[in-house]
């Protein structure tokens, strides 16, 4: 009996071929993107389904279907030319000279902090190309594909190195156009009868300012409950509740009057704040210095 045949790599360009035609859903857009004939593109679709012995697309009032077959295919070799796309991008920079400096961020912090000032790191290091990603979840250095990263906590990890970024201050806030009415915020007791804006990843957040503030905290866990502060915020806006937010992340709005801090008291949590965060035990790269550097800049400006 012969041993089971080895599993063969697909072809490279009717692969390309299919993802495109899959993503777009048009024989036409897919040849249009890769500069060839419909006829090329109908052609490697057909090469490829016989390669696989299934059929990917079909055709149903006109319109190209992707089979189950070609669901699950496309789904699965999406994120594979992504990869190929991003490490091709990453090594044409380095023969052009150019430094890749890979960073991790929360979507919040990412959104809105960092990306409005991004530019001007942009603008004083051309030859640095800055890869931003976005995660609530804990920075893992040593298995990441990451230099460094923005995290909240108090910046004592023993492994790491940090640097502070901005003051946490938490504060409700409330759409300005809800303190026009008669029911305007002015006590801090009248949150109790108020739906609050929650944070899941900061769950704590709201107790901590009912203490502070001196109310009952048993009020402070009810409301509407949000995957991240950029949700929370825009809920806000939306006139759907009172949020607490960290005074940073909404700067923005309280100077443009979108959101208000109907009360005077702000809570600020300390240590406990942004840090920017890289191994200890690695020898810091040139652009992650000038990263670093440009960093303690706008902090300080």
Known sequence: MSPPRPAQLPPLNPTRVFEATGRLLSVTKA???????????????????HFLGVKLFNRAHGRL????AGSRYLADITPLFAALLTATRAIQSRDQGRALLKIRSPATFAVRWL??????????????????????????????????????????RPTTQSQRLVANVLVPVVASARQQGPDRLE???QLQDE???????????????????????????GGMKYETSLLAYQAALEGHGVAI????????????GTLTAP????????SHTYYFVWSAG????AALNAFCAWLADVVDA
């Open 31 to 49: 040849a249009e993107e890769l500069c060839v004939t419909p006829a090329a593109v109908s052609r490697q679709v057909r090469a490829l389904e």
């Open 282 to 285: 690695k020898a810091r790269p």
């Open 195 to 221: 739906v609050l804006l929650h944070t899941m990843a900061r769950p704590d957040d709201w107790t901590r300012w009912f203490t502070a503030a001196g109310l009952d905290t048993e009020r402070a866990y």
């Open 263 to 270: 009360f005077r008291l702000e809570l600020d949590l300390g």
């Open 115 to 156: 990306i409005p000032r991004l530019a001007g790191f942009h603008r004083d290091h051309p030859s640095i190309e800055v890869q931003l990603t976005t995660s609530s979840a804990p920075l893992d250095l040593d298995h990441e594909d990451i230099d460094a990263g923005i995290e909240l906590g108090d910046g004592s």
């Open 245 to 256: 937010a960290q005074k940073a992340l909404v700067e923005k709005e309280l100077t443009e």
């Open 187 to 189: 006590r801090p007791e």
């Open 65 to 68: 279907e992707l089979t189950p």
